[in-house]
Structure formats: structure tokens, C-alpha cells
């Protein structure tokens, strides 16, 4: 009685762990032995058979076990849906790493791709391949936390601290703290020749400085403090410390808040600032 | 009970999901799950105790069922419907890739139609990732973009009421002129006949909105256009806005046109950009900007002549 018990309970866990990753039946057995349940290669291998004679959907790619469809599942209709696939055919166009991926999309929901929607993206999104070879190795290294990197970038060797990839109309971008040139930089993707991790062992990069600002009137009210900003208040007035961000970074920011923000110290920074905005003032005056 | 063994697959697992398969789409009475195992298993003989060891199976596994009483004649049923096909870890990563490329160039409209979609299929998704984080978005009602969308293609007035995080709870009549998207929040600019001017609205912060009655004044829609030329190189190394459409370009310079409804985010752009826009046609564009860059200078030479 209770072999018939584990039985069912083996079959809904092989279907869990295969959910939650491709495995392969070694794999498989070893999550089931954690769970206290002893099955054999044999055995699992019989279960697998029994999930695809009851109907759903299975892969055996480069060793591994994919699931791609229920008989469970009734297909819905979302317009969200068919913009997603879009986007994951446009990007991923020959990536077999991304197969499994869209087929389940496809399985799970009725998707009624026109050409129209297809258009849209195409429009949208210009990809190239180098882009998307590219796009692949920064979503790696971020998962993989290894966000110091070495860029060759339109013949330049470059020295990044990775943030995000950030999409716009006129391209893909890979924004990074630039260590080489100490400065925030967007990088087009599809100019980048080469990203590799960097070895080198000093990992971590901090800005010179850290900045203090002054912030008034109604940006005292509304400001949103930024990663790596603290903030000390009084009477009539908050000072913003920043020691995360390059100052350039700053800069720009503090530009955009006119005469609602001060940098107070240090005063190398406060002098640089002040030149800034006096050569600002010149060039729009020449214009 | 030992596993039986045709053609190598185990017969115990194949019950239990047929069992479950006919339990999904409708409650059953034993001998409509009897029949239906017997049916599809290819099986002769399917006693009471093994159904009754199938079921309490399917309960140790985690499925919600129960047996109804005498009045429902002792039906089994599922209380809910099971969900086996999910998005792994990895693959949901990619869909929130995705959503952020989704949130960054498409429109408001194609926006909410994918937070839509995830919403809706919050259990399909590893829930370990910001998958569902649309920012801006998040708060939005659908009825008042759906309500926002037939005043704009009606050309009705329409009557809001916002709410301000600073002000409080407030009215607004006008014409819709625009629905933006700035910094991954929506807005909506109304042109208010009472203010004379153009104001902009989060969108998630509108409580209500409905058709008003007929204002007096008539409305001219505003078209504003803001036009700058920027250098090549920032034009290839930073991302531009929604708002922003490319008119003209060669190997040094761009020409842009900017469609935004409210010339603060203009002047705020242009701020940002700073020596590499090398031409405003708009004179008095132009001398806002400096008058903010030289009030801006100003309390830092007042602070020195102190």
C-alpha cells in the first residue's frame, strides 16, 4: 500500500523538479534522494516515459529533460502575450538556448501573432546579431555577479562596473560606470566588440569623493534619495551626501534642479561645479 | 501494491493523472472516475481500495479535493485547478528583460497590455524577480485609460479628480492634449481654461475621470514641438527620450525634434545634454535656459561674496 503512495507522490515531485530546471535523470534522482525519496535511473526513466504517455510535452536537449507543454493547461488569449513573443523571436531570432522557451510560450497561450504586431517590434527594436550576442553575455555576467568587465568597444579598451542594459529608440545600451575615463557612459551594444570579466583583483570601484549638496524649497519636499545617498536634515534646509555616484553623474542631476540645489563640499567639487555652469551659460550665449 | 509495469511506464502514476485530468474539467462520482481510468489506462480491473489509495495519493501530493455529501450524490471534487506548466527561474529572468525593454520603448497602450498579461499570470512566473514591477504603471486603473482614450477620440472635455501628493485631493476640467510617457510613469496633459494652461497628470494618481459638460470658452489644441541639434557623439552614446524623433543627421550633428507637452521636461533635457546641444532655434527657449544656469550661478556667487 504504501509503495502505491510514494508512487504518487514521486510523480508530482518529478514533474516540480522539472519545472523548475531542465535536468538530466542523474539530476532528477539526486533532488529526490534530498527529499527522502530513493528512486533508480530505471525507475526514473519509467516515470518520464509516464508523463509522456499521459500527454505532456517532452525535450531531451543536450542531455537535459525539458517540459514544454500540459494537457492541463487551457490556452488564453492576451494581446501582452503575443507582444512578448514578438519580442522574444525578434531578439533571440537564432538562439536554440531560447527554443525551449518559446515553445512553451506558444503551448500556454493562444497567441494570434499578426504582422502588424511583428512590424511594431522590428520597428522598435533594431537588432543585429553582434546585439544580440552581446545582450546574451551582459544577462551571464550579471547573473553570475561578475559586473567588472573588460570592453572593446570601437577599438578602445575600456575598464566597466556594469548597471543595466537600457533600451531606446536609437539603440541598445550597456550603461556602466566607465573606470577607464571615470565617468558614466551608455554604450551602444552593437558597437561593442568584445566583454570579457575582469580579473584583476581590485574589484570594487568607488568614486574619489563623496559630494554633499544643499536641496531647497520644493525639491526638499519631493527629492527621492538616490542609491547611496543619505540624507541629513534641519531646520531650514537638507544636505544630501552621495558617495555612490561619479560627479558627473551628479552634475547633471544638479543642473536639472537649478537654483533649488547647492553643493556645499568638497570645495574642489563646488568650484568645478560653479565653472560648469558659468562655461554653460557662454556656450548658450555663442549659440 | 507493486508498480505494474506495461510496456515501461508505471501504471500507478498514469491513474492518478487521469484521475486529475477528469477532475479539472468537472467534479465526478466513483464510478464516473472508475470508468474514465478503465477507459483511458486500457485497464479491466479497477477495485474501490485502489481508487481510494489513487485519491489519497493525489491528496498527499498537495491537491485540494474533497468528497461532497449525500445531497450532491458523494461526488469528488477539485478545489482548485491544477497548474503544472510554470516558467523557470532562468526563463523568467528573460520575461522580465523583456518587460523592461517593453517599458522603455513601447507605447502606454502596449505597456499595460503586457503588465496586463503578467498580472494576470502571476502564478506562472518565479516570483523571485521584479517581473511584475512596471513602476509608474503599477497603479494605473485600466477603466481610466479606457475612459481617457474615448474623451481623446470623442474630443469631450473631461472632468478629473487627482490627487496631488502634495496637495490633496483636487478638480480639473479641460481637454485632454496628450498622454505621455516620461521616466517609466504615465502622464496626461489637459489643457485647463481656468489656469490658461497646459497641466500634466500622473496617471496613476487620477481617482476619477468622466466627460464634462460643454466648457464655454472654444479650446485650441496645442502642438508644441521643441527643436535642438545635438553633437553625433552623445546622439550615439545615450539613449533618447520617447518624446524625441530624429529629423536629421549627418557625421557631426543630429537635428531632433521633441513632441513633449510640457516645456519643463524640455528644459530639464536640455540641461541634461548641456554643451553637446549646439542649437536652439527657439530664442526664447533658449533664454529660460539661461536665466535657470545663471539663477543658478547666482547662489554660488553669493555664497562668495559672503
Given at each position: 500500500m504504501s509503495g502505491s503512495i510514494d508512487s504518487g507522490v514521486k510523480i508530482f515531485l518529478i514533474l516540480d523538479i522539472l519545472f523548475e530546471s531542465p535536468k538530466n535523470i542523474e539530476e532528477i534522482c539526486k533532488k529526490l534522494s534530498k527529499q527522502g525519496i530513493k528512486a533508480d535511473k530505471k525507475?526514473?526513466?519509467?516515470?518520464?516515459r509516464t508523463i509522456k504517455q499521459f500527454g505532456f510535452q517532452t525535450e531531451k536537449r543536450n542531455g537535459k529533460f525539458h517540459v514544454l507543454s500540459s494537457p492541463f493547461e487551457s490556452k488564453e488569449n492576451f494581446e501582452g502575450a503575443e507582444i512578448i513573443f514578438c519580442i522574444i523571436e525578434h531578439f533571440f531570432k537564432n538562439n536554440i538556448e531560447y527554443e525551449p522557451f518559446k515553445t512553451k510560450f506558444e503551448n500556454m497561450f493562444n497567441l494570434k501573432i499578426n504582422r502588424k504586431t511583428h512590424e511594431l517590434i522590428k520597428e522598435k527594436f533594431k537588432i543585429s546579431e553582434n546585439i544580440t550576442k552581446n545582450i546574451q553575455t551582459v544577462n551571464n555576467l550579471i547573473k553570475q555577479d561578475k559586473k567588472e568587465v573588460n570592453v572593446l568597444y570601437k577599438g578602445k579598451k575600456l575598464k566597466l562596473s556594469i548597471k543595466e542594459i537600457k533600451f531606446a529608440k536609437n539603440g541598445i545600451f550597456l550603461c556602466a560606470k566607465n573606470k577607464t575615463e571615470r565617468t558614466f557612459s551608455c554604450l551602444k551594444?552593437?558597437?561593442?566588440?568584445?566583454?570579457?570579466?575582469?580579473?584583476?583583483?581590485?574589484?570594487k570601484f568607488k568614486p574619489e569623493n563623496g559630494i554633499n549638496f544643499k536641496i531647497k524649497n520644493t525639491l526638499r519636499k519631493n527629492y527621492i534619495l538616490k542609491k547611496g545617498e543619505i540624507a541629513h536634515h534641519f531646520k531650514d534646509e537638507t544636505i544630501i551626501t552621495n558617495s555612490y555616484e561619479e560627479k558627473e553623474e551628479i552634475f547633471s542631476r544638479l543642473l536639472k534642479y537649478g537654483k533649488n540645489a547647492e553643493i556645499v563640499s568638497p570645495k574642489k567639487e563646488r568650484d568645478l561645479f560653479q565653472k560648469k555652469v558659468k562655461e554653460l551659460i557662454e556656450h548658450y550665449n555663442s549659440m | 501494491?507493486?508498480?505494474?509495469?506495461?510496456?515501461?511506464?508505471?501504471?500507478?502514476?498514469?491513474?492518478?493523472?487521469?484521475?486529475?485530468?477528469?477532475?479539472?474539467?468537472?467534479?465526478?462520482?466513483?464510478?464516473e472516475v472508475s470508468n474514465y481510468v478503465k477507459e483511458k489506462t486500457k485497464i479491466e480491473n479497477y477495485s474501490k481500495e485502489t481508487l481510494k489509495l489513487d485519491i489519497n495519493s493525489l491528496i498527499k501530493s498537495g491537491f485540494q479535493l474533497?468528497?461532497?455529501g449525500a445531497r450532491e450524490n458523494f461526488r469528488y471534487e477539485l478545489l482548485k485547478k491544477p497548474i503544472f506548466l510554470k516558467f523557470n527561474k532562468e526563463e523568467t529572468e528573460t520575461a522580465e528583460f523583456i518587460k523592461n525593454a517593453v517599458l522603455e520603448v513601447l507605447d502606454y497602450k502596449e505597456i499595460l497590455a503586457v503588465r496586463n498579461f503578467f498580472n494576470s499570470n502571476k502564478e506562472l512566473f518565479s516570483n523571485e524577480c521584479g517581473i511584475f514591477d512596471f513602476e509608474g504603471f503599477n497603479s494605473i486603473n485600466q477603466k481610466t485609460m479606457d475612459k481617457i482614450d474615448e474623451l481623446i477620440q470623442k474630443n469631450l472635455p473631461a472632468r478629473i479628480i487627482y490627487s496631488s501628493p502634495l496637495n490633496g485631493r483636487k478638480e480639473f476640467m479641460g481637454y485632454i492634449q496628450a498622454v505621455t510617457t516620461r521616466n517609466n510613469k504615465l502622464y496626461l496633459s489637459l489643457y485647463d481654461d481656468m489656469f490658461g494652461n497646459k497641466l500634466s497628470f500622473r496617471a496613476d494618481k487620477i481617482q476619477?475621470?468622466?466627460?464634462a459638460s460643454a466648457v464655454s470658452k472654444p479650446l485650441k489644441k496645442h502642438e508644441n514641438v521643441y527643436k535642438y541639434t545635438v553633437t553625433k557623439s552623445f546622439f550615439d552614446n545615450n539613449p533618447i527620450l520617447k518624446s524625441e524623433k530624429i529629423t536629421k543627421t549627418d557625421d557631426k550633428y543630429v537635428e531632433i525634434e521633441n513632441y513633449e507637452h510640457d516645456e519643463f521636461f524640455v528644459i530639464q533635457r536640455l540641461l541634461f545634454i548641456g554643451k553637446n546641444c549646439v542649437k536652439i532655434p527657439d530664442c526664447r527657449l533658449k533664454e529660460k535656459i539661461i536665466t535657470i544656469l545663471n539663477d543658478t550661478l547666482g547662489v554660488y556667487e553669493k555664497c562668495q561674496a559672503q
Open positions: 525507475t526514473v526513466s519509467k516515470y518520464l551594444l552593437e558597437y561593442i566588440e568584445s566583454i570579457k570579466p575582469d580579473k584583476t583583483k581590485i574589484s | 501494491m507493486n508498480e505494474a509495469n506495461q510496456k515501461g511506464i508505471l501504471l500507478t502514476g498514469l491513474r492518478l493523472l487521469y484521475i486529475l485530468e477528469l477532475l479539472s474539467k468537472k467534479s465526478a462520482s466513483k464510478k474533497k468528497r461532497t476619477n475621470i468622466e466627460a
